[in-house]
Structure formats: C-alpha cells, structure tokens
C-alpha cells in the first residue's frame, strides 16, 4: 500500500513562502491522481490543488496565482509551493493520491484512497 509522508510545515510571517513536500512509498507515476488537501481548526477540509498522470492542474482559487503543485518522479515526491502566503492558509495540509485512471482529477476527497498524517502550516500577520 502506498504510503504518504508529509514535511515543511511552518509558522511563517504573511507574505511568506513555504515548500511543502510529500514522499511517497512507491513510484509516484502510478497514482493517477495527486493533491493536496488543507483543514483549518473548525471548517471542513477543502481541497488546494491537484496533480494528474499528464501533469494536468486544479487549484482551489483562493489560491490560483500564489500556490504551486509539482512532483519529481525520480524523487517520488510531491510539492506544494505556497508563495504570498496569509492567515487564512493556516491550517493542517494533507497530502492524498488515488491510482483510478478518470477525466480529470478534482478537488474532491472522494476521489482520494490514500492519505499522510499532515503538517501544520501556521500563518501570522
């Protein structure tokens, strides 16, 4: 079973960037399917950015412009870059994969099989 291993989480100032990294226990090629998903303290968790097979991406808007999802294949690891970084992105980030061959991959935890145990990412102004 895959295995997925979230790191980089921060307190940083706002304005900040942070990289947030996820390493993966198998060849990353073969999830279909990649994102990242964030939970802040009492709301639901929502649905950042996603990563398919062809290098296809979707972001949350709130954070089109200032957050970038990439992976390295040899590395098995996925990335979040987050520049521009405020207080509303304080929160837990989790990173989900799911190797289901679909028409897109979205901002859905339903679409998500596997998941890390999260890093905190702390935003202060």
């Known amino acids: 079973q895959v295995q997925l291993v979230e790191s980089g989480g921060d307190s940083v100032q706002a304005g900040g960037s942070l990289r947030l990294s996820c390493a993966t226990s198998?060849?990353?090629?073969?999830?279909?399917?990649m994102a990242w998903f964030r939970q802040a303290p009492g709301k639901e968790r929502e649905g950042v950015a996603t990563l398919d097979i062809f290098r296809n991406t979707l972001y949350l808007d709130s954070v089109k412009g200032r957050f970038t999802i990439s992976r390295d294949v040899a590395k098995k690891t996925l990335y979040l870059l987050m520049n521009g970084l405020n207080p509303e992105d304080t929160a837990m980030y989790y990173c989900?994969?799911?190797?289901?061959?679909?028409?897109?991959?979205?901002?859905?935890?339903?679409?998500?099989?596997?998941w890390g145990q999260g890093t905190q990412v702390t935003v202060s102004s």
């Open positions: 198998e060849l990353i090629h073969t999830s279909y399917c």
């Open positions: 989900a994969s799911d190797p289901r061959p679909r028409n897109g991959c979205i901002l859905s935890e339903d679409g998500f099989s596997t």
